[in-house]
C-alpha cells in the first residue's frame, strides 16, 4: 500500500520529469514588474504611521531633533512616570532634567517591575501596520526591559519608517531577537472583553523625530477611546 508521503513524493516527481536536471530556480525568466509594496509612490510614510500608531491606542508626538528632550520631557510628566529604566546606548542628552530616576542595567524582573516604564529607541517602524521593531541595539535593550514594565516610551526617526513588513525585514537582522510591538498590549476574552497590559505595556507613547524645519512644535496625537 503507497503511503500519503509515497503518494506525494510521485507527484512531485511527474510534475518535474520534462525539467532538465541542471536548471535552477535563477535560470527561469520570472517577470518582476508587479508592484512591491503596499503605499503610493510618494506617499507620507511618516503621516501614515502616526496614523496607524494612533489606531492602536497610543499616543503620537511628532517633533524635530531639537524639540526631542522637551517631547519626552512632556510625555513623561503627563504620565507621572518619575522612576524609568533605560537601555545602554540610549544617548543621555535626550533624558531631561528634573525630579526623575533613571535605572540601568542590570535589571532584574522584580526592579523592572517595580518601575514606572522604559524609554528606548526603535530599529524600524513600519507606516502601513503601525508597527515598532526592536532588535536590542543600542538605547532598546533587551526585551524584558519593554516588555515587563507598565509603560514605554518609544523614540522613533522618520528615516528608520518604511512602508510594510518586507520593507521591514530587508533593514532587519534575523539573527536578532525582533520584537514587533503594534501598540499597547492587548487582548481580548471569548466575549471580547478588551485587557491591556496582559502580554507587555499598558501604554505606549511614541516620539517620530522628523528633520528640522518639517515639524512645528511637538504636537501629540491622542487615541480615541472606545
Request: charged content about 25%; some cysteine; proline content about 11%.
Amino acid at each position: 500500500m503507497t503511503s500519503t508521503r509515497e503518494a506525494v513524493l510521485a507527484r512531485i516527481r511527474a510534475a518535474l520529469a520534462d525539467v532538465p536536471a541542471d536548471e535552477g530556480p535563477d535560470d527561469v525568466p520570472v517577470p518582476r514588474d508587479y508592484r512591491h509594496g503596499h503605499t503610493a509612490p510618494g506617499e507620507d510614510l511618516t503621516a501614515l504611521f502616526a496614523e496607524r500608531v494612533a489606531d492602536y491606542r497610543a499616543t503620537v508626538t511628532r517633533t524635530d531633533p531639537a524639540g526631542l528632550p522637551g517631547a519626552i520631557a512632556a510625555a513623561l510628566t503627563a504620565r507621572g512616570a518619575t522612576r524609568l529604566a533605560v537601555p545602554d546606548g540610549f544617548p543621555d542628552e535626550l533624558l531631561p532634567p528634573g525630579n526623575r530616576e533613571w535605572h540601568r542595567e542590570p535589571l532584574d524582573v522584580p526592579a523592572l517591575d517595580a518601575l514606572d516604564g522604559a524609554v528606548t529607541l526603535a530599529a524600524v517602524g513600519i507606516a502601513v501596520t503601525g508597527t515598532i521593531v526592536l532588535d536590542t541595539g543600542p538605547g532598546q535593550g533587551r526585551r524584558a526591559l519593554t516588555l515587563v514594565p507598565d509603560y514605554h516610551l518609544c523614540v522613533v526617526r522618520a528615516e528608520q519608517i518604511v512602508d510594510d513588513v518586507p520593507a521591514a525585514l530587508a533593514r532587519l537582522d534575523p539573527r536578532l531577537p525582533l520584537t514587533f510591538v503594534s501598540g499597547p498590549s492587548a487582548t481580548s476574552d471569548i466575549e471580547l472583553t478588551r485587557v491591556e497590559g496582559v502580554h507587555g505595556p499598558r501604554t505606549l507613547d511614541v516620539i517620530i523625530v522628523e528633520p528640522a524645519g518639517t515639524t512645528g512644535p511637538p504636537h501629540p496625537e491622542h487615541p480615541e477611546q472606545s
